[in-house]
């Protein structure tokens, strides 16, 4: 008996701490502080000419409203994303892991100023990470 009730107290904690916590897509601050951390760590990287190229004649107004859906769609937002895949996306662009690596420095900066935990920040480069042999040309 005294079993079950502890069993059931760690279960209501638990179940309480998960929705304390909601999904990463609400951490990051659901959908103003995704747009503001995805339109900062792209105007990073599109402002930089060590990295650029790729951005030039790009529309970066939609390009951030895109990464932003796509982003919601990753982290539990409910999004649905509506562009193609990323291997199709960055096709011929040419992109270097050097670009890359960039790419997820900015964003890294980005979710620290915007007081994103070490956690949530793992989260969310690991959901990115992989995609980098679709992204990056060899
Ligand atoms: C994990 C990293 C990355 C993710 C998740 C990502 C995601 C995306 C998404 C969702 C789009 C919009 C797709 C659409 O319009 O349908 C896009 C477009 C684009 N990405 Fe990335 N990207 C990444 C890395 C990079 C890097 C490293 C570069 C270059 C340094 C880059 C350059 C571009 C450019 C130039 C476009 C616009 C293409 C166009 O409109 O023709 N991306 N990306």
């Known amino acids: 008996m005294r079993n079950i009730a502890i069993g059931l107290l760690g279960l209501a904690l ?6 304390a916590e909601g999904t990463l897509y609400e951490r990051l601050g659901g959908e103003a502080g995704v747009a503001q951390i995805t339109s900062e760590y792209i105007d990073a990287v599109a402002n930089d000419p060590a990295v650029n190229q790729s951005f030039e004649k790009v529309n970066l107004k939609r390009l951030k409203k895109m990464l932003a859906e796509f982003t919601c769609s990753l982290t539990g937002g409910g999004c649905v994303y509506s562009g193609d895949d ?6 011929n662009l040419k ?4 670009e890359f690596n960039a790419l997820v420095e900015a ?8 007081g994103v935990s070490q956690r949530d920040k793992n989260a969310l480069l690991a959901i990115f990470a992989p995609m980098q042999r679709d992204i990056v040309e060899k």
């Open 14 to 19: 638990a179940t309480g701490a998960a929705r």
């Open 107 to 114: 964003l890294r900066v980005s979710l620290d100023r915007h």
């Open 95 to 98: 992109i270097t892991e050097r």
């Open 86 to 91: 990323m291997k199709i996306v960055h096709k």
